[in-house]
């Protein structure tokens, strides 16, 4: 019996990578970081994610390496768990299970049975009010153990990990919250206050916004809201404490942290520059600009040799002692709004939207990486609040993806309106798109929708462009090119305006074959013909503005559909120009698939969103699933798959082809999948790669990573066959004893014949080399016997095994094998000389 799929939403790639600190490994070859419900390890030589951590089931909100174990590593969650692994291995040691909602973890180097933790009061999920707690991290058998032993450190302080730091071999704990640093003293048991004033005569913000601690003094560094960075001392007395302050941003410091002997202190904020203070003084300082935006977390590899910080951009950069920038980890850039909607580069299958302020972003799913930015407004951006500056509102790329259209705007006031649309052509040698076209005020008012014309595929197609706008029109715009006359000019000119009773153009689309386009105005969808832009059919279904619009695929092309601001979702006939069918299922989101009939619609009735997955020809949908996401779904888009995926359940064939990507209002990109979550990591991350400096040692010859061209070179002078064995290098019994941990091992005696039967060579995986050789050294009296006993093996042969097979291949004549041989021993030497 056949298991059951079972059809859930999932969190896919893209997801945070700056929700708090990084961590380094020891030796500082992997960068260890929370994403989402996992944690990733990348390398940091390469930038490559080579291994999850996957266990937690909400949001991770920290990690640390354990001080007992640099091989191991602790997570904890919104879950409230706290989880041990084995890093290097992807393996899960054991899972502390505290009840409360853990927001920050410390683990210090004296207590190898105890943490400390961040935790709401009361763990009401509401409270603004947050401890810090002693946990007994219990060595009781078993892989997960309930922690109730908790002990109440600190009270009322900040649930940010960067506003609670650990002093000199942990005799202390530093906690900042407002305008008051708590300083706890574990021996004697005894808490420390300092206030600061809220203004000052200068007018500044005494606001606390960070701390850490000196590794190797009694020296507490804090961050403010002003700018200014204070460095307290003699703090052990509650009336006799000094403070210095350190003062170069211009607004809030995001983050401190020393290093690793104490010597410099790095600081990052809004300016996107790291600051390095040295020796506590002001004047001692360097600085390491334009790294692209806040600079949100601070961490410092263990070995010193390597920092990283984590911007607002959802980007980690890797960044060397000398403060050089070595590598860049780049995630998905998540803004405060998704203007582009979710758009898919035909050529990358690769997903696009909008990035950094003015930039398109270009990112594989699969990798679950950024492939580049590309730069649409080409100004600088200012980051100054309420300065009105220029947004990419629009993208679309033609059916091949060898254009990319664009629009951007600003408006400083509600008749100071700039537009501007570019044309931007593929280039093969660049690998890149470069601007062909720029077209100021292509409206009169804003642009509501733009689409191209699939007219790729197609001899002498001219590319085609449909741009409609509130201003009551949609214009048509082709593609010129008169290079081979006397204007030498290359671009896009418009060739039609077409507009209905003045009413504002809301959406426009093509037809599967070209043929057709639909542009809707206000409560009317009007039908055009592409080739002479005349207009065809009007259809209205009143009440309510149509919202989108999109013809159907393949068998159901003859079906228009559309979605009114009331909610109704519409399909009109083409051939009969009458309504079909209407449904007020208060749909919000139209997506058709590109490589099928099926089309998706999202809707929102109450606080959760609903999927229907349906065909216009069919009277029930697909599949319905009930509450995909809270709140409203803001975008969604079908991305062809790049091998069609086997589903079992006739319920879920619509995600075979093409795989459904949404984004939700809290801007979390997310998908369907019905594979457990085991089969849904990548193969990389099944495995840390193995380094290409391994020593020549048996275990590194089974692996594979011999050169083939040597191994060829050395049996050719030792003149014997080559015999490629690949069963080793895939046998799971090799990579269970290679790739698996010793203390999870299987005993030696179960893997032992299994190990030792693939280093065995089968009779049936001979080369044809050495069956040749054989065949040229068996004498005729053989060869007649050896064909006396084929025959008789073929009269005896199992006439169901026939049956099962099918026809077997012809067998040669006895003459026609002898004359194969002379063949084969015929001297074809003298071509060479040739």
């Known amino acids: 019996m056949v298991a059951q799929e079972q059809f859930r939403v999932v969190r896919c790639g893209g997801s945070k990578l700056n929700g708090s600190r990084a961590a380094f490994s020891a030796d500082a070859k992997y960068l260890l970081c929370a994403s989402g419900d996992y944690v990733k390890v990348y390398s940091t030589a390469t930038e490559e994610c080579i291994h999850i951590l996957q266990g937690h089931t909400n949001l991770v909100t920290g990690i640390q390496l354990n001080p007992q174990n640099h091989l191991q590593l602790y997570s904890c969650s919104l879950d409230g768990t706290i989880k041990l692994w084995d890093f290097t291995d992807g393996i899960l040691i054991k899972t502390f299970v505290v009840g409360y909602k853990i927001f920050a973890f410390y683990s210090l180097a004296g207590s190898d049975d105890s943490g400390f933790v961040i935790i709401p009061k009361n763990n009401e999920e509401a409270s603004d009010s ?262 990419l509102v629009k993208a679309a790329f033609s059916a091949q993806g060898n254009w990319l259209a664009t629009v951007e705007q600003r408006q400083e006031k509600e008749s100071d309106l700039e537009l501007q649309m570019k044309l931007w052509a593929y280039d093969e040698q660049m690998q890149s798109f470069k601007l062909n076209t720029r077209i100021n005020m292509p409206h009169e008012d804003h642009l509501t929708a733009l689409c191209f014309r699939d007219t790729d595929g197609v001899e002498d197609g001219i590319p085609t462009l449909v741009t409609a706008a509130k201003d009551g029109r949609f214009k048509v715009w082709v593609f010129v090119d008169e290079s081979d006359t006397d204007k030498q000019s290359v671009g896009w000119i418009c060739d039609f305006v077409g507009s209905y009773h003045n009413y504002q153009a809301n959406n426009c689309c093509f037809s599967e074959d070209g043929s057709l386009l639909s542009v809707s105005f206000e409560e009317i969808v009007t039908v055009w013909d592409s080739e002479t832009w005349d207009l065809k059919c009007t259809f209205c279904h009143p009440p309510g503005k149509i919202w989108s619009l999109c013809f159907g695929r393949l068998s159901c092309s003859k079906y228009l559909l559309g979605t009114t601001d009331h909610g109704f979702l519409c399909c009109w006939n083409l051939l009969s120009c009458a309504l079909e069918w209407s449904a007020q299922l208060g749909v919000i989101v139209l997506q058709p698939d590109p490589l099928s009939e099926n089309i998706a619609a999202v809707s929102c009735i109450s606080e959760d969103s609903d999927l229907f997955v349906f065909r216009p020809n069919e009277p029930r949908p697909l599949c319905i699933q009930r509450k995909v996401c809270r709140g409203k779904v803001q975008c969604a888009v079908f991305i062809p798959r790049n091998v069609p995926e086997t589903v079992g359940s006739e319920k879920y064939q619509w995600l075979s082809r093409s795989q459904l990507y949404f ?152 003459s026609q094998e002898k004359e194969l041989r002379k063949i084969r021993k015929t001297d074809y030497s003298w071509i060479s000389a040739l």
């Open 130 to 391: 947050f401890q810090l707690v002693l946990v007994r991290l219990t060595k009781a058998p078993g892989q997960e153990v309930e922690t109730k032993e908790l002990s109440l450190i600190l009270d009322d302080i900040d649930h940010s990990p960067k506003c609670t730091a650990f002093g000199r071999e942990g005799e202390y704990v530093a906690s900042v919250r407002g305008l008051h640093l708590s300083v706890y003293f574990f021996k004697k048991k005894m808490t420390h206050r300092f206030p600061l004033s809220a203004r000052t005569v200068k007018g500044a913000n005494n606001y606390f916004t960070c701390v850490a601690c000196h590794p190797k003094e009694d020296c507490i560094a804090s961050g403010h809201k002003d700018g200014k960075i204070r460095l307290w001392r003699n703090f052990t007395h509650n009336k006799e404490y000094t403070f210095s302050a350190m003062h170069w941003h211009h607004n809030a410091v995001m983050d401190l942290a020393f290093t690793v002997e104490g010597t410099n202190l790095l600081s990052g904020g809004l300016e996107s520059v790291l600051v390095q203070w040295r020796d506590g003084s002001e004047s001692k300082k360097e600085f390491l600009p334009r790294l692209g935006s806040t600079i949100e977390h601070i961490s410092v590899s263990p070995d010193g040799t390597l920092c990283c910080t984590s911007h607002a951009e959802n980007k980690i950069t890797i960044i060397q002692s000398n403060l050089r920038v070595s590598a860049v980890i780049q995630g998905l850039v998540k803004g405060s709004s998704v203007k582009t909607g979710l758009v898919v580069d035909p050529r990358t299958k690769a997903l696009v939207l909008n990035g950094k302020p003015g930039h398109l972003q270009f990112f594989c799913l699969q990798s679950d990486k950024q492939l580049y930015n590309l730069d649409i407004v080409q100004q600088e951006y200012i980051h100054q609040a309420g300065l009105s500056q220029t947004d």
């Open 663 to 814: 984004l939700t209002a809290m801007q979390e990109l997310m998908t369907f999948s019905t594979k457990s979550p085991e089969m849904r990591l990548t193969p990389s991350s099944k495995q840390l790669a193995v380094e290409e400096s391994l020593p020549m040692t048996p275990f590194y010859l089974l692996l594979g990573k011999h050169r083939e061209q040597q191994q060829l070179k050395k049996d050719a002078d030792i003149g014997k066959a080559v015999v490629h064995s690949h069963s080793a290098q895939s046998s799971p019994a090799v990579k269970e004893l290679l790739h698996t941990p010793a203390h999870v091992l299987p005993s030696a005696a179960f893997l032992c014949s299994i190990f030792i039967n693939t280093l065995l060579i089968s009779k049936e995986n001979k080369s044809n080399g050495e069956v040749a050789d054989e065949v040229e050294m068996e004498s005729e009296k053989a060869e007649d016997e050896s064909d006396e006993d084929i025959d008789h093996t073929a009269i005896e042969e199992d006439p169901k095994l026939t049956e099962l097979w099918g026809e077997m291949t012809p067998k040669l004549s006895k």
